[in-house]
């Protein structure tokens, strides 16, 4: 099977269930980010970091497939004639539980934070940052775009909490390599 299909050629693609859309459409905008923060993580994990962060890095890599997956399948292509599901895996709220036990994890290990932090630390925990950040930006756009569309409201729940553990797990990198935290203090 050859990598390249040329169906894209002229500036369209088509979502899961046949949908042709322009490569500029939100919902492919929404799902293309998804699919850079799920690089981006891949690039953390490859450094010398917690063999858990890794494992629970996999795990939110999955998760982001399946959320690609969601996000590239309009809600009414999401379910066949016969009533099943065109998706294997759907994201649901115990996958943000998990974020949030995973969070609170973390968060024992921490200091308690009483200000702002500068994002930085080793190149691994400003690479956490660099994920977060990329996060917030997809929360934006599948946010604009559930205004438009239905689509799964546990999506964007999902995505917020895990701009925490991304936040959370940059402070857990630059900690693991004694980087100090630098406060943000306003006028300083």
């Known amino acids: 099977m050859k990598i390249y299909t040329k169906t894209g050629d002229k500036g369209t ?15 492919i905008e929404a799902y293309g980010t998804i699919d850079e923060l799920n690089s981006y993580i891949g690039l953390i994990r490859s450094y010398e970091i917690d063999f858990i962060l890794v494992e629970e ?6 998760d982001l497939f399946n959320i690609g997956a969601e996000l590239a399948t309009p809600q009414d292509k999401i379910m066949l004639a ?6 294997k895996v759907r994201i649901l709220e115990d996958d943000v539980t998990q974020l949030e036990n995973w969070i609170d994890d973390i968060d024992q290990s921490l200091e308690m934070m009483t200000h702002f932090i500068l994002p ?3 190149q691994a ?5 660099v994920a977060r950040c990329i996060c917030r930006r997809a929360e934006r756009l599948i946010t604009t775009l559930s205004k438009e569309e239905e689509i799964n409201p546990i999506i964007i729940k999902y995505i917020n909490r895990l701009s925490d553990y991304l936040f959370t797990a940059a402070r857990k990198i630059a900690k ?6 630098i406060k943000w203090i306003p006028g300083e």
């Open 13 to 27: 693609t088509s979502l899961y269930g046949g949908t042709k859309v322009s490569k500029d459409n939100l919902r």
């Open 57 to 62: 890095f996999m795990i939110i890599q999955k």
């Open 82 to 87: 016969n009533g099943t599901s065109r998706l």
């Open 120 to 122: 930085g630390g080793n």
């Open 125 to 129: 925990s400003s690479h956490a940052h």
């Open 176 to 181: 693991d390599n004694n980087h100090e935290e």
